[in-house]
């Protein structure tokens, strides 16, 4: 039922796994290494050709002072942290919300609502694309950074509560029933019962949803347009220039697209990791 553990199987297949990982591994990096290098690059020895080979002219310190004096990607960076900060405050508050009542009241729909819940992430979102667009301009909130924050609340509220409910159901009732036996109330017994049990949880959610929406380029290209609103994902497709490519800010600017949500895992990956494995054994 379960894979036979390394140990167990044979020289063969030990050695076709100490051979595979290294090669596998390395298909992996090879785009990233890739990008990492053209950041290093001058412009001519781009235009030379030079896209897999050392740089010849190593210039680290000026693509990415570039980056920052002569684009707007310091904009685009706030952008996407006044888009994802709120977005992941806003869907974790109603997923727990969500989460507990599903979890914890048996009421007449409770299943019917969770199926609500986990059928909306099966949507393919980009047959919603007119109508979000269209939405979002009937609103006013087309290219708005409150705008984008509401839409992309509403679109992870369903996976964060499915997320929630399942942490919050494996949860001892025995711990709600008491404190119900003292006369708590159900907000404390929410706040203070359940979600310090929950916190692990909370923070792995925190991660992938930081992770998602950061990294989001769709919502970010159909709801936006222009340095004012657009995260750093759809604000780094402006440094190409109308004729040229300037590849050499562009995976400069993508790199540092990337650490904040690198930092954000290593900084979490002890609640990230508890966060996933809460409930795993007993």
Not at 115 to 144: E, W
Request: charged share 10%.
């Amino acid at each position: 039922m379960y894979p036979t553990s390394l140990e167990k199987t044979g020289p063969a297949h030990r050695a076709l796994y100490q051979i595979s990982l290294p090669v596998a591994l390395a298909v992996w990096l090879l785009p990233l290494i890739a990008v990492a290098l053209t950041s290093m690059r001058s412009v001519a020895d781009i235009n030379s050709g030079n896209y897999w080979g050392w740089p010849t002219d190593i210039q680290v310190i000026e693509n990415y002072v570039a980056i920052f004096r002569d684009t707007p990607i310091a904009r685009y960076i706030l952008n996407s942290f006044l888009v994802t900060i709120p977005t992941v405050i806003g869907a974790l508050a109603l997923s727990c919300m969500a989460g507990y009542a599903l979890a914890i009241y048996n009421f007449r729909g409770n299943l019917l609502l969770f199926f609500v819940f986990v059928a909306g992430n099966f949507i393919p979102f980009q047959i919603l694309m007119v109508p979000v667009r269209d939405l979002s301009l009937q609103l006013g909130v087309y290219d708005t950074i409150p705008g984008l924050v509401l839409f992309h609340v509403a679109f992870q509220t369903g996976f964060c509560t499915l997320f929630m409910r399942n942490f919050i159901r494996a949860l001892p009732r025995e711990l709600i029933e008491a404190a119900r036996v003292e006369g708590v109330n159900e907000f404390r017994i929410f706040w203070y019962v359940v979600l310090p049990l929950v916190r692990p949880a909370m923070a792995a959610l925190s991660v992938l949803i930081f992770t998602f929406i950061w990294n989001d380029y769709f919502w970010a290209t159909v709801l936006t347009q222009g340095a004012s609103t657009q995260p750093v994902t759809a604000g780094i497709l402006s440094l190409s220039g109308q004729w040229v490519a300037a590849w050499h800010l562009v995976s400069a600017g993508s790199i540092v697209a990337a650490l904040p949500p690198v930092l954000m895992f290593f900084l979490m990956q002890r609640h990230f990791i508890s966060g996933l494995t809460l409930g795993a054994v007993k």
